[in-house]
């Protein structure tokens, strides 16, 4: 019967091939900086960051077995400005512009309604996609708001107003912190 410390050790290293590979996370993080870089260069001051499973470290390897065996990593990409420079569909359309317009990010690109996916290919069998959530800084106006209410006031400053769709191409503002949850 095994003992405590190999039963330790085979958990450990169960978990350790369901996280992404660090090869695979340095590639991630490649792609998504050159995001940021392309997007620089064509003129948008944007910043892009990690939200969620990446974010956390708890990336989940999907099953090779799977048709679309793709880890699923998720941004944001907050445009230089806040909820009053644009509006929630001007924002979605400064980002989509810019990637339809690159000759390596407009063939990678899927339009959603709440993000814009681009898939890169396989390593092995296994490959990534980016979704990308288009965000601006929120108002002040509603980070007072939330300033208030708060029982977490020094995570207020990293709100971002992010497009919601609501039907028929219709967007208005949501307001998120994925920054304050991670923290």
């Not at 948008?44 to 470290?57: K, V």
């Not at 996609?129 to 300033?147: F, G, H, M, R």
């Not at 995570?155 to 107003?161: D, E, G, K, P, Y």
Request: glycine share 6%; charged share 25%; proline share 5%.
């Amino acid at each position: 019967m095994p003992n405590v410390l190999e039963r330790q050790q085979d958990i450990l290293s169960i978990i350790s091939e369901l996280d992404i590979s660090p090869t695979m996370y340095s590639n991630a993080v490649e792609k998504y900086k050159a995001i940021t870089a392309y997007l620089e260069s064509y003129g948008i001051e944007a910043e892009m960051y990690p939200q969620g499973s990446f974010a956390f470290g708890t990336v989940v390897r999907p099953t090779s077995k799977s048709t679309d065996a793709n880890y699923d990593l998720d941004f944001i990409c907050q445009i230089k400005g806040d909820r009053s420079s644009h509006t929630p569909s001007e924002l979605r359309k400064i980002l989509l512009d810019a990637l339809k317009a690159s000759g390596i990010y407009e063939g990678k690109l899927e339009i959603w309604d709440e993000c814009f996916t681009i898939e890169y290919a396989d390593v092995g069998k296994i490959g990534f996609t980016i979704d990308i959530v288009p965000a601006t800084d929120e108002s002040e106006e509603k980070k007072q708001s939330l300033l208030a209410k708060s029982s977490y006031p020094n995570l207020i400053n990293t709100a971002v107003a992010i497009p919601k769709h609501n039907g028929n191409h219709n967007y208005t503002w949501i307001t998120n912190n994925p920054r304050g949850f991670r923290q």
